[in-house]
């Protein structure tokens, strides 16, 4: 599976783009559709804390008219932004001039037929709704539901279900919080929404538990479904067993049928109707197992890596350090590690497989493990529903990479 890079984008954490249909770029080069600043800094009086404009989640609406709707979130608040374009304006009003001052009636003689013209195109982003003040904790995930008319949003210990129609009440669904916070034995890490059944999602925790719930079956999913859980090999077992056992990143497939968790060193794919251990288990960067005593000395080993299905279900990728992002093929059991840096991503680069050598000779293409830089990770990662496009967030540039033609 080769791909090439095509173009880097400054990506700012604030402002997303989105690819114009006016402009006809050629195949695999964005231009800016819009920007706009999605959250302002804020300040909690109560808690003495400042709440930073910094958008955790973007998550999109089906198109159904020629807007886009999308929701973005921060830590506290939720907003849903409609993204809509004019390219076109009235003229020969009868009630106002044109630049818009309101004409006297009695100075009105004749009636005239307003004509429309063309202008250049103008892109607009509106907040339609704000949902604000549910979460005590910070928020990490939303997922809009399959019928489009509910989402969920969770923080820590509480997932809350909303309707798109209404700011000012969520219905909390899940609550782990304990009655005493010492007992705190784990928090909720992502919750998503199952692609075509509207009743069913799942969150993964940070004890390396995914719990799958039915709301069908209760209004307060306080008791899951199922609970997918790994037994823990004892040979395996450390001191960090607990903290790289957290499940940082959970994706249910296309199809609906599967589910990826990324836990700390791998990612494994879940059956729905299995919940005693998973189908399939990539290991994303063994090497590092002995590292990590430094990993947790310089907090590494918390750091949150997300992962993402192809559109076929095919094929699973997910990031790494040194900018590196790993791709798995699930049927021929390949696995690829490519790296996203500015010096070798020019357009129509193919990008050469990288290796990384853990001790004994290195071959000269390998890269040592202790050449590892920890500061370059790969946290986000995204991949084209149909076509084979993937986007990849090294920590201040957006690459796009795309099958070779």
Same mark, same amino acid.
């Given at each position: 599976?080769?791909?090439?890079?095509?173009?880097?984008?400054?990506?700012?954490?604030?402002?997303?783009?989105?690819?114009? *249909?006016?402009?006809?770029?050629?195949?695999?080069?964005?231009?800016?559709?819009?920007?706009?600043?999605?959250?302002?800094?804020?300040?909690?009086?109560?808690?003495?804390?400042?709440?930073?404009?910094?958008?955790? *989640?973007?998550?999109?609406?089906?198109?159904?008219?020629?807007?886009?709707?999308?929701?973005?979130?921060?830590?506290?608040?939720?907003?849903?932004?409609?993204?809509?374009?004019?390219?076109?304006?009235?003229?020969?009003?009868?009630?106002?001039?044109?630049?818009?001052?309101?004409?006297? &009636?009695?100075?009105?003689?004749?009636?005239?037929?307003?004509?429309?013209? &063309?202008?250049?195109?103008?892109?607009?982003?509106?907040?339609?709704?704000?949902?604000?003040?549910?979460?005590?904790?910070?928020?990490?995930?939303?997922?809009?539901?399959?019928?489009?008319?509910?989402?969920?949003?969770?923080?820590?210990?509480?997932?809350?279900?909303?309707?798109?129609?209404?700011?000012?009440?969520?219905?909390?669904?899940?609550?782990? *919080?304990?009655?005493?916070?010492?007992?705190?034995?784990?928090?909720?890490?992502?919750?998503?929404?199952?692609?075509?059944?509207?009743?069913?999602?799942?969150? $993964?925790?940070?004890?390396?538990?995914?719990?799958?719930?039915?709301?069908?079956?209760?209004?307060?999913?306080?008791?899951?479904?199922?609970? +997918?859980?790994? &037994?823990?090999? &004892?040979?395996?077992?450390?001191?960090?067993?607990?903290?790289?056992?957290?499940?940082?990143?959970? %994706?249910?497939?296309?199809?609906?049928?599967?589910?990826?968790?990324?836990?700390?060193?791998?990612?494994?794919?879940?059956?729905?109707?299995?919940?005693?251990?998973?189908?399939?288990?990539?290991?994303?960067?063994?090497?590092?197992?002995?590292?990590?005593?430094?990993?947790?000395?310089?907090?590494?080993? +918390?750091?949150? +890596?997300?992962?993402?299905? $192809?559109?076929?279900?095919?094929?699973?990728?997910?990031?790494?350090?040194?900018?590196?992002?790993?791709?798995?093929?699930?049927?021929?059991?390949?696995?690829?590690?490519?790296?996203?840096?500015?010096?070798?991503? *020019?357009? %129509?680069?193919?990008?050469?497989?990288?290796?990384?050598?853990?001790?004994?000779?290195?071959?000269?293409?390998?890269?040592?493990?202790?050449?590892?830089?920890?500061? %370059?990770?790969?946290?986000?990662?995204?991949?084209?529903?149909?076509?084979?496009?993937?986007?990849?967030?090294?920590?201040?540039?957006?690459?796009?990479?795309?099958? %070779?033609?």
């Amino acid at each position: 599976m080769h791909h090439h890079c095509t173009l880097i984008i400054e990506y700012l954490e604030k402002y997303f783009f989105i690819q114009s *249909k006016n402009s006809i770029p050629r195949r695999g080069e964005y231009n800016v559709y819009s920007t706009f600043q999605s959250h302002e800094p804020e300040f909690d009086y109560l808690k003495s804390l400042e709440i930073e404009e910094k958008i955790n *989640k973007i998550r999109w609406l089906k198109r159904k008219n020629p807007a886009h709707f999308l929701l973005s979130t921060n830590d506290k608040t939720i907003k849903l932004w409609k993204v809509s374009e004019r390219d076109k304006r009235v003229e020969g009003y009868n009630t106002k001039e044109e630049n818009g001052a309101i004409r006297d &009636p009695a100075c009105i003689t004749a009636l005239r037929v307003p004509t429309i013209k &063309p202008m250049e195109l103008m892109v607009e982003a509106s907040p339609r709704r704000i949902f604000a003040n549910a979460h005590t904790y910070h928020i990490n995930s939303i997922s809009v539901n399959s019928d489009q008319e509910t989402y969920l949003s969770a923080d820590d210990l509480r997932i809350n279900l909303w309707h798109l129609e209404i700011t000012d009440q969520s219905f909390n669904i899940v609550d782990i *919080k304990p009655t005493n916070m010492e007992e705190l034995t784990e928090v909720i890490t992502a919750a998503e929404f199952h692609p075509v059944e509207c009743n069913v999602l799942v969150y $993964s925790s940070s004890k390396g538990t995914i719990r799958l719930c039915d709301m069908r079956s209760a209004a307060l999913c306080d008791h899951h479904s199922k609970l +997918f859980e790994e &037994p823990e090999d &004892p040979t395996n077992k450390s001191f960090f067993s607990e903290i790289i056992s957290s499940i940082s990143d959970v %994706k249910l497939s296309n199809s609906g049928r599967y589910m990826i968790s990324r836990d700390y060193l791998s990612v494994k794919v879940w059956d729905l109707q299995m919940e005693t251990k998973p189908i399939e288990c990539y290991p994303v960067h063994e090497y590092l197992r002995s590292k990590l005593c430094s990993l947790y000395e310089n907090d590494c080993i +918390f750091d949150k +890596f997300e992962c993402c299905w $192809s559109g076929n279900d095919c094929a699973i990728m997910t990031g790494s350090y040194n900018n590196f992002f790993r791709v798995f093929d699930r049927n021929t059991k390949r696995d690829l590690t490519l790296e996203a840096a500015r010096d070798i991503a *020019k357009p %129509k680069t193919l990008l050469k497989p990288r290796k990384v050598c853990t001790g004994g000779k290195r071959k000269k293409d390998e890269i040592s493990v202790d050449c590892l830089d920890f500061n %370059k990770k790969i946290l986000h990662t995204a991949w084209h529903p149909s076509e084979n496009v993937v986007a990849v967030a090294a920590t201040n540039n957006l690459f796009l990479f795309q099958d %070779k033609l």
